[in-house]
């Protein structure tokens, strides 16, 4: 083999070796900025969970201040307060509604499922107003289990809700009491067996 042919050989060699230096060069940035990339990512997602913690904490706020201000609405001789509890199990949260009386947690069913119904209620209301749904409650004997004692409270909440917020609410009942907070109030009937229904306007 002659000295030109090593010289080839060993130029070529060299250009490899150049070669393979620069594409080493070239990875070891790219390693670099790809660092720099997940460092940043890592940063911005613990920045929008922290957001996100924030804004599901104030939404939860809102509506134990809304809940809580319709048990004490109705229930006025009471120390109702709606609590909400957020827990996170398998890195997801959590929201076990309680409720409480002076600081106590428990079951009221000396209400007769009275708080319940008025939490209820209150939650659907959160639930339309945050989708943007069609201000309007159609509402069949909602209210059955309220104890008679706390009606006119509940028929007052009801007006206060609708007027505040722009809600109509057609509340279908056979309890009187809630006539007195009614903007209109309707009784249908049927006089006579097989005929149609008759709607009389009281107010």
Same mark, same amino acid.
Not at 18 to 25: G, H, I, M, V, Y
Not at 29 to 38: F, G, N, R, S, V
Not at 188 to 194: E, K, R
């Given at each position: 083999?002659?000295?030109?042919?090593?010289?080839?050989?060993?130029?070529?060699?060299?250009?490899? %070796?150049?070669?393979?230096?620069?594409?080493?060069?070239?990875?070891?940035? @790219?390693?670099?900025?790809?660092?720099?990339?997940?460092?940043?990512?890592?940063?911005?997602?613990?920045?929008?969970?922290?957001?996100?913690?924030?804004?599901?904490?104030?939404?939860?706020?809102?509506?134990?201040?809304?809940?809580?201000?319709?048990?004490?609405?109705?229930?006025?001789?009471?120390?109702?307060?709606?609590?909400?509890?957020?827990?996170?199990?398998?890195?997801?949260?959590?929201?076990?509604?309680?409720?409480?009386?002076?600081?106590? @947690?428990?079951?009221?069913?000396? %209400?007769?499922?009275?708080?319940?119904? *008025?939490?209820?209620?209150?939650?659907? *209301?959160?639930?339309?107003?945050?989708?943007?749904?069609?201000?309007?409650?159609?509402?069949?004997?909602?209210?059955?289990?309220?104890?008679?004692? %706390?009606?006119?409270?509940?028929?007052?909440?009801?007006?206060?809700?609708?007027?505040?917020?722009?809600?109509?609410?057609?509340?279908?009942?056979?309890?009187? @009491?809630?006539?007195?907070?009614?903007?209109?109030?309707?009784?249908?009937?049927?006089?006579?067996?097989?005929?149609?229904?008759?709607?009389?306007?009281?107010?």
């Amino acid at each position: 083999m002659s000295v030109a042919d090593l010289q080839r050989r060993a130029d070529k060699v060299d250009g490899f %070796y150049r070669s393979l230096k620069t594409r080493e060069s070239d990875l070891s940035t @790219e390693i670099a900025t790809t660092k720099e990339e997940i460092e940043v990512l890592t940063k911005a997602s613990a920045v929008l969970k922290h957001l996100l913690d924030i804004m599901v904490k104030d939404e939860i706020s809102r509506m134990a201040t809304l809940v809580t201000y319709g048990l004490k609405t109705v229930f006025d001789d009471q120390d109702l307060t709606f609590v909400p509890v957020i827990t996170k199990k398998n890195e997801r949260m959590h929201i076990d509604l309680k409720t409480s009386n002076h600081g106590l @947690e428990g079951d009221y069913d000396s %209400y007769g499922g009275s708080v319940a119904v *008025i939490e209820s209620f209150l939650l659907r *209301i959160l639930c339309m107003l945050k989708k943007n749904l069609a201000r309007f409650m159609l509402l069949d004997e909602t209210f059955a289990a309220v104890g008679s004692e %706390y009606i006119n409270n509940t028929g007052k909440l009801l007006s206060e809700l609708s007027k505040k917020l722009g809600i109509d609410i057609l509340l279908v009942t056979h309890q009187k @009491e809630f006539q007195e907070s009614a903007d209109h109030v309707y009784r249908v009937s049927q006089p006579v067996p097989g005929a149609g229904l008759a709607m009389d306007k009281l107010k």
